[in-house]
């Protein structure tokens, strides 16, 4: 088989996953810190070894347990951008590109005409004689994805190659990983759903070592089924069980009702933060209610998100998304126990994952 | 005493006026006694003194074999800093408390341990003299005293030097295709010289001043095995201005080797 296929268990660091990417296609990995995105890539790139797995790429095996292969990191292909550049300090820019061309056995003048060349197509011609220390943060991430590049890796790994630069790099960088990354095969762990929308083809969504979601980028965070994934998207989400038809209910108790076919079982009502309003007293209706107490009051713009408190059994608080002068006749303060009422015409009801 | 006041200097929040008082009493304790000595030189017999022909031999074989025992720490210390620094095995933690032996225990007990090891009728030595090869007693018995008290100097600078580097380079370089031996050339070890060089420094000057180990284990013959610092001991008894001159000369070798590599021992590890 041809792409990315990985399927591996490392148990210290308590991680099992399962994903398979077909080739010339960008991977977001998504999920919260310490879900194991980094692990992931680790298990890639060969620097850790899984208790039980195998990685194969574009038809070669990489890591199997079964039959005791493992590919050393130098012979994968898989090329690795980090969140921060990591140019060797004692070599110049161009040497620092045209290490991975002198490793694959390329004399030095031609090394450095394909430093050239990569440093040109990040846009970084001009750097080529300067040393690491004497460039900005995102001039280092430029320079060290053409390193990456230059090795010709099968498969590049980014991990939030993006977080360590500041608002105006970002951006820019951002930019020329669209470019680059179009036609390639990657993986990108990343926490910004800007990185997801410019570069990825498909998304996947890592909770404590699982991966629980895996999709098409557009249907992901148009639908999303993980806590994750709806508070990246900016969606609430509430996970309960469906006993009748149009109906969830919480395990604390609250029913949630919407449209959508659920079968019975683990099910999780989706709605935009729009849907939601707040009230200071019992409503007379029992159903799509949630007694809650504020967590937060954020400003952006005209409107006001109200997020409430986590749920007793520890699902993330519900967002409330009210004009400015509505929270102003509310009076509302953090702490200050309070009622979300959901629109139910704007619910939608679908089916849980379940867990691998 | 008096700090400086100056304006438009940042205010050290943890640094109270008190502790220079203690601060200079350390500083005393160790430039008074070199004043003391300097004090106490016959400057008119300096160089006839420092020229004799025991005291050339002494200098010579001082610099010649204190270079041997450097190289032989690097030579061994540097995979050991990176077995102990990188890699993972049974035993590691009480090995590099062993490595660190030789800073603690007293040499004249260093120099009676290779002397059961390598001496006529020691551990290995036995096996050494069927075959014809004497160590005990010669100028290579000197190398094998100043590795053997040196080298933990130079694996403790280096092995921090490495810590502190981390592998996150080298695991770059491997993703560029570099294998093992080739990150470690072109790119743990290149990081880490500074701590290899001021690990280098100290095991040299340490085995300058080598001198209990040297002395149990290798005999003090002229030109052979009698090092400044036993050529020092010697000549007080007799000749106390000489004692006093060589050991200037000796302050003197020391202090030019951490002058000349004190700008990169201060910068550390990048």
Redesign the interface.
Known sequence: MSGLSLRARHRGRGVDVDLDLPDGQVLAVLGPNGAGKSTLLALL???LRPDEGRVSLGGRVLTDTATGVFV?????G???L?Q?A?L???LSVAANVA??PR??GRRRGEALATARHWLDAVGAADLADRRPAQLSGGQAQRVALA??LA?E?EVLLLDEPLSALDVTAAPQMRRLLRTILRGRTAVIVTHDLLDVLAVADTVAVVEHGRIVERGPVREVLAAPRSAFAARMAGINLVSGTCSEPGVIRTPWGAEVGGSGEVPPGPAVAVFAPRAVSVRLDPPPLARNVIRTAVAELEISGATVHVRGAESPDGQPGVCADLDAAAVTDLDLTPGQEIYFVVDEAQVRLRAALTRN | MRTLRRAGAAVTAGLPAWIYLPAALGAALVTVPLAAILLRIDWAQFVPLVTSESSRAALVLSLKTAAASTLVCIALGVPMALVLARGRFPGQSVLRAFVLLPLVLPPVVGGLALLYTFGRQGLLGQYLEVLGIRIAFTTTAVVLAQSFVSLPFLVVSLEGALRSAGT??D??????????T??LR??TL??V?PGLVSGAVLAFARSLGEFGATLTFAGSLQGVTRTLPLEIYLQRETDPAAAVALSLLLIAVAAAIVIATASRRLGGV?
């Open positions: 790139a060969g620097l050393a990191p130098h012979a994968r898989v090329g690795l980090a921060q990591l060797f300090p004692h290490y991975g490793r694959a390193r990456a090795a890796p | 996150r380079y695991d770059v370089a491997a993703t560029l295709g570099a294998r093992p080739t990150v072109t790119v290149p990081l010289l990048r």
